[in-house]
């Protein structure tokens, strides 16, 4: 019986070892994500120039001190300045395949480089409101009042909560994005890894919120978005999205207050609705802040 209890007993404690050393490691990946530019699916991996469009790298200051080095793109006689911010894991390229047309249409265009890239972490909406804060300052300060904002994927869920919180943000793009960071995570940690709910995820979750110090259950767009009305924002998401489910989009949608639409490709990558139809796609971004930021 002793030789049992003691199998038992060690059995439970390498157990409980495995499950505290697989928290770290699904934290760890949340937090310190590969960051690369993926031709196939950022397309433009070698800056504006690549697209004939002058630019300036600019330094933008966190209030927690990190120089965020970002794309200024400049055009004369601007109607307005969009601020791009891209994806978990993504750079300041991101915005790249919209860039040209947004710029032709009369945008300046400041491409947000966020804290992951720059000696920060990535936390999935959380920190990453004080580099759209520093960003809407460095706007506003150089005497650019009129904004727009247009997010991709985890910068699509950050520019929701800037939106609700930053009432001079005057129109927003949101692709790709989740309504709940924790509901996102959750979904792709059974779908990608067979991994349920109990009992690594609220493990997990304390990892992450101790070692990043701040609260993931707290990043939900999806509870910030109705008063953002009645400011116009629009959608985009692929109907066979791979890693944020298309219900996120939904969700978000009927959250939301008027003026809003919703455009929906039955494409089947995440955040690659340029990719599928860039002519549309462009269309309809340049189309929206034609109409509601000029």
Wanted: with cysteine.
């Amino acid at each position: 019986m002793k030789r049992i209890q003691k199998y038992l007993f060690s059995a439970l404690m390498i157990s409980i070892i495995l499950l505290f050393i697989a928290s770290y490691y699904f934290s760890s990946l949340v937090l310190y994500p590969t960051v690369k530019c993926n031709l196939e699916h950022h397309v433009y991996c070698n800056g504006p120039s690549e697209l004939g469009l002058e630019f300036q790298e600019v330094e933008i200051k966190t209030e927690d001190k990190l120089n965020l080095v970002s794309y200024w793109i400049p055009t004369k006689n601007a109607k307005a300045t969009i601020l791009l911010v891209h994806g978990h894991g993504g750079q300041r390229n991101e915005g790249l395949r919209f860039a040209k047309s947004l710029h032709n249409a009369g945008y300046n265009l400041l491409l947000l480089s966020l804290r992951r890239n720059h000696g920060g972490f990535a936390s999935m909406g959380f920190h990453e409101q004080k580099d759209v804060e520093a960003a809407l300052s460095f706007l506003k300060t150089n005497g650019y009042n009129k904004i727009g904002i247009f997010g991709f994927s985890m910068g699509s869920a950050t520019s929701i909560i800037a939106m609700a919180d930053h009432p001079e943000i005057q129109a927003g793009i949101f692709s790709s994005g989740y309504g709940s960071a924790i509901d996102v995570l959750v979904e792709s940690a059974n779908r990608d890894f067979g991994i349920p709910y109990y009992p690594l995820i609220p493990l997990v979750k304390l990892a992450l919120n101790f070692r990043g110090d701040m609260d993931i259950d707290s990043v939900r767009p999806i509870d910030k978005i109705a008063s953002i009305s009645p400011r116009p924002i629009i959608i985009f998401h692929c109907t066979k999205d791979d890693y944020v489910d298309y219900h996120h989009a939904l969700d978000l949608f009927a959250k939301a207050g008027e003026p809003k639409s919703l455009w929906s490709p039955e494409c089947n990558r995440h955040e690659r609705l340029w990719n599928f139809a860039p002519k549309v796609a462009e269309s309809r971004a340049v189309g929206f802040f034609q109409k509601y930021l000029r």
